[in-house]
């Protein structure tokens, strides 16, 4: 869609507030655009006044102001994460990709309510957001169509980048604070934060460079362990350090202790963009890190090499299609209800042992599935039968192994 | 094969010199047997003077000894691990998998040269070794047999476990110094070193227990961050920190800075033994931890998103079949020549910083086939062109995503 | 176990009547065991009267007989391959080996009701069968024993093969019918057919000597094509040409109309065996063949591009685990809830045109969440919109092609 | 790329010489653009005379004409997709995709030659040939630009469809034969020939409708089974029935002798087109099918169930890439490894018998890496040593089937 499409038109926009938020809720009603915002509060740690949200977009022209709470809904979506071990390219965890889906998905009902069909969004015409948003958005919803300013060649020929956007939004006065260049574009909410852009593009450029916004770098950690401990039941985590807690408060506390010991904090990537282009991140997630590695621990026990080997590329395909855009779709619903299947498995205690980054392996402890039995795990303690049987199984499988040879398929 | 179709044989023994290795040894000898004893010097971390293994060996009766220096071989291998990217199950660096396909491929011309056809093994009946050892022997050598004497109920009978090895031992005046219980069992090469069994079976265990070999804990690693810069050239790591390096100096270099920084020191995993069974394991593998982490890096920015995609699942394929003993066979020589055509993709030099058991990015440079380009990547210069396309980008995709909802398949 | 074990023991014998089954039986009887025979009525269509069974388990000397029909059960699990497209290894549909699973879960609760803990099966030492008896019968009743007489020396002894156990029988006046060679092995249920052994082994006997069982080959079907019309709605086969069935049903009409046009019959494979032998079989599977292709075509309808990429691993792993005697595990149940989510999609009306073993694609109608969209899919309709999408999703996707010859990844 | 980008430019255009080469080469030349046209010969079966091609094109005003006899080439990609088995989404052979690659790679020398930088096709926006003339020629020679007039508005402007090229032809006295509307559309080479468009994309049409090109329906295929023997060196066909062959006539003799029995004749799928859109096609590829099966035979009995593990996928990867246009990538060049060291196995002799459509396994004969062993295979000859090794492997495998039950995981 270009401006062309949208005179006369009303427009749901999402914004953050920022400095984009301003310039283009104002320049379209400068154009004669009707502009609804929408501010889903995703807990974002970097955002200290949420509120000041609205009054900014209004100031800025837009007829109404939607703020909505959505700090419970990713906190269980986080969980899911969690749960499939959905990190991107088996890293990082891609925390602003599941939250445009969220965003969408609250977004919706307000624009089917108001009968608006046309969804803005700032994100840009080279990354995966504009992906994420439009992909969502006309899955769940097929009339939707969705303008992107900066893909529209009107808005492009007004303002080139960030200095001609101070310079706009201070000659009419707009309320917004940034005065100069940022050094990294962030992205935040209570799942994470993504450092990328400005002098992270150049790859000389430690991680060591930004300022972490969730937690501290291991360096500033704290000279002493902390244990700490999480109970999962079906999945789901139901107390840390003993104390019954919510979906939103796992992801607070676990947050909040493995920030401070520096878990998940400035994991670096180059990833691959669903455009085709290379990009790099700097990624902060102390909790999805957290809870993460104490879920894999709890899956190590109560997995055969069967479920592994099934588990893994599910877990792989759930968080490329979180990354492309597509948390909606057929297949990742399909491959939910996997997961969902061996979340019932996991239940049980996991502690862990935290130290400047590090999360170290402490005890597990009341795990009803486990197929680890200290018994049978044992190389002390031999039987008179089990021995017999290793005989026979090594002769079975050496059978195939010397047909390879005389095959001629492996040699000396 | 059981004591009786040993009699009057002659059997090469692959042994380490300890306990296990003098009391079968012994044994073996009294019912008849000769025995050539056969170890394999991998730069085993644990072990202080391989050349006394020669004297104990040959004490316990051994009519023959062979020590063969094959810390080479196994340095090479380590950097196709690397390569590989091969971790078991995602995880840990499976160092003594790899090493017993070293050592069986090793021993197996010696044995030829002797007319000897069965091969002897100290590996337990619940165990990977045996199938390690006995796949590898059988692959490359079909008419081999093996003796395992903890399968073979003769021998059990009289050894119950490792009381009973102490006291036969000292009844024979064999040379072992061994006097108490291990409080856990260990396997070492110059790749790794691998804790399990006794306490460690006990899950409430935590991994601070154990005794690092190759290196320390994070907790007394230095205070102070560490840049460390290595080269590759077509995957072989050519220079580290500016100095030019064979592939044991790759492995030794990175083993000494990685494990004083704690890098790869006390990996914690609950895996799925070949046989079935879970067991726990401690691990440490500096070396391949750091180079590893530092490859990956390098692949981020070689890769793209379809190389990746097939990377992932051979990689996972690779150190299954190392965990199982398949290194020799068909499927790891094919998909190692699709791994070698990547290599040939990576060249460049990776800086990062050591600190406390953390390796965080710090650099890349000097990388030809890198796909990242700064200017592609960027968010903030946007030409004329490059929107358009990302508008019709998504026109198309917006297409099927459509399609899914129209069908029926995502409602909001 | 070995017979020893066996002594006054109560052991319940899956059976099919034939000459193992009598030979079995009376001589477990006359070593002092006691035999309650089992046989599951699978529809198997080679088997005339299967009430005779009976009479001659009681006459072998067998304390009782359990006669069961499970036909209704193994028609429902027969859906569950189609609706999976579990061909093994890609090629056949494996209903050998799921019927082991459906008679083990027939079993089981006739051996708890009577407290009898060992089951015996007359599945030979090399084959799969052995395995899914095994593995089936211990998942569901970890308590269960496994006698095996082709895996007992005892019995071995005195049965060498088949000439020894028509001579005990005819010598014990038991009431066999088999008095010479057969040229092959059969296993036949409702859903399919096997033939393996005796000729079968040499290669070169073609596949046109064995006699079908479930139809004719396309050489002796009728020379007139037959359209065959069947609806699923929700992945099961409602209707066939327009008279509404049961599961049951669809699986008998669909073999016999299948099997007259030599659909499915004498399908040849060289498979890869649990133990790791190969093994040559032939095959018959009319209804499944039948309906398969009929379900492919309507999966085709309503996947997109992702749903199948997830869909066809788990399809391999389903067939892979059903082989290997995992139909009942963690990972074939996880599995199992992706590909009902998928089921969900599948309503729709197939019609194909059947002709001397060709099942042709004649019409798909009535398909509520087809993706197939005759408007868009048009090349000749081209609006105005369209064309300039395509311009930007090539620019976008052409960024990344020429990417990688930049980096010298690709050559002319 | 538009045709205000065209202006006083030369072009070089692929051209089939049909009525869509006529109008767009005459447009093109009328706006003042210089063309050169190219077409490869292919061997097209539907092409009666190539040379006419030339003739036509330079009276429909281009100022060169290149045809080039690319018929080795494209059969030796064909034996490539034997190999790698390439089924599109596991069903038909994707002869059109391949051959775009094979296109491509011939013209862009002529246009380095001539230093054109820009390529023309007549491929329409919502297809997947656009996306493979794109990516292979940027992929390939990063400089490329692709005009496509059916993407152009100023061609759509003028040319709605095929009355209006006929009557723009007509008009100018071009040399086209076409004067009325096809029923499909067609796309033929060596390999193969699909039908698609026009009364295909109405479900209800049944394949029974097209004509076939390369060959003839089972129905009026000869009431007399053939057989068929085809003997591979190392993956490459070196005779057909006894007689020496190279690659070009492997295909052109199993092209005449599989379509005359129908053999790959009249296959239909819906597939997901690139762009997301389902489209429909009815596919002929004798040769292809013939020797597919048969080379399947071949790897049945040379991949152990590891390589088999490791083919599937890889295959499955290859024809996506194939599709896609993503032939020579880096991903696909790594992918050819792996397939390359499995075809150095692929030697021995195959025989099928032939009837009507249908391709039955005969004989094979002479394969020096068989794995398949009569000896081992054999249910009959049952050895002392091998009931044991199957009985202690199944007590191995049964220690985790009933762990899973006590761990609760499966139930009875």
């Not at 310039?23 to 200290?48: F, N, R, S």
Request: proline share 4%; with cysteine.
């Amino acid at each position: 869609m270009e401006l062309a499409d949208l005179k006369n038109q009303k427009i749901m926009l999402a914004v953050s507030g920022g400095l984009d938020s301003c310039t283009i809720t104002h320049w379209l009603v400068e154009q004669g655009v009707e502009v609804v915002a929408y501010t889903a509060d995703l807990g974002q740690p970097d955002e200290k006044n949420i509120e000041d949200v609205r009054d900014r977009m209004l100031a800025s022209g837009a007829s109404e102001m939607i703020l909505e709470d959505l700090i419970d809904p990713i906190c269980r979506v986080g969980l899911q994460l969690v749960q499939s071990q959905a990190r991107y390219e088996g890293g990082y965890w891609n925390t602003t990709g599941i939250a445009r889906h969220v965003t969408v998905a609250g977004m919706l009902p307000h624009m089917q309510e108001r009968g608006i069909h046309i969804m803005g969004h700032g994100a840009t015409g080279r990354g995966n957001d504009q992906v994420r948003f439009q992909l969502a958005a006309q899955m769940l919803s097929p009339q939707i169509e969705v303008y992107a300013p900066w893909r529209d060649p009107a808005f492009l020929a007004s303002f080139g980048g960030r200095k001609e956007m101070i310079d706009y939004c201070q000659g009419h006065g707009l309320p917004i604070t940034a005065t100069h260049d940022k050094p990294f574009s962030t992205d935040a909410n209570i799942l994470g934060l993504t450092h990328e852009a400005g002098q992270l593009e150049d790859l000389t450029t430690p991680v060591a460079l930004i300022e972490p916004g969730m937690g501290t770098f291991p360096q500033s950690a704290p000279d002493t362990a902390e244990v700490f401990t999480v109970r999962f039941a079906k999945g789901d985590p139901v107390s840390i350090n003993g104390e019954a807690i919510s979906p939103r408060q796992a992801i607070e506390q676990s947050n909040a202790i493995g920030g401070r010991h520096g878990i998940g904090i400035g994991l670096h990537a180059v990833e691959n963009r669903f455009v085709g282009i290379k990009s790099r991140g700097v990624y902060e997630a102390p909790a999805l890190e957290l809870l993460g590695q104490c879920y894999e621990y709890l899956l190590q026990l109560v997995l055969d090499r069967r479920a592994r080997k099934i588990f893994s590329p599910i877990s792989a395909f759930i968080s490329e299609q979180i990354y492309q855009g597509y948390w909606f779709d057929t297949a990742t619903q399909a491959s939910w209800k996997l997961i969902e299947h061996l979340n019932g498995l996991a239940t049980g205690t996991i502690s862990v042992s935290l130290y400047k980054g590090q999360v170290a392996f402490h005890a597990a402890n009341d795990i009803p599935h486990s197929l680890y039995s200290e018994d049978t795990a044992s190389m002390e303690d031999i039987g008179d039968f089990d021995h017999k049987d290793s005989e026979g199984f090594l002769g079975v499988l050496g059978v195939s192994a010397r047909a390879l040879n005389q095959a001629g398929q492996t040699t000396l």
